[in-house]
Nanobody, 121 residues
Framework: QVQLVESGGGLVQTGGSLRLSCAAS????????MAWYRQAPGKQRELVAG???????NYADSVKGRFTISRDNAKNTVYLQMNSLKPEDTAVYYC???????????????WGQGTLVTVSS
């Protein structure tokens, strides 16, 4: 069974920085897309940033120029560097992976448990 374990959330002041990490463990043959989503109180979960296995990235307009997603394929780990944080970035951040457990397996999705990021004004 594949699990995603996130770390790095916390409380930061406006303008500050945080780095989130998400490590995948378990039976993994290949991970295609990895991404970070977030969900603020009373709002729907939204995509923050995604990265393909080849390194192609995409970002929500609201975080472009402030957040950077990266991944270490050898460690099955994805990172999210968040700079110039704003109070509206406050949310629970979830890690996501699209993977195959074995060569013969179908593609599956897995989510992390979430890590809270709070930006104080």
């Amino acid at each position: 069974q594949v699990q995603l374990v996130e770390s790095g959330g916390g409380l930061v002041q406006t303008g500050g920085s945080l780095r989130l990490s998400c490590a995948a463990s378990g039976s993994i043959f290949m991970i295609n897309n990895m991404a970070w989503y977030r969900q603020a109180p009373g709002k729907q979960r939204e995509l923050v940033a995604g990265i393909m296995s080849g390194g192609i990235t995409n970002y929500a307009d609201s975080v472009k120029g402030r957040f950077t997603i990266s991944r270490d394929n050898a460690k099955n780990t994805v990172y999210l560097q968040m700079n110039s944080l704003k109070p509206e970035d406050t949310a629970v951040y979830y890690c996501y992976a699209y993977f195959r457990a074995t060569f013969a397996s179908r593609w599956s999705e897995v989510w992390g448990q979430g890590t809270l990021v709070t930006v104080s004004s």
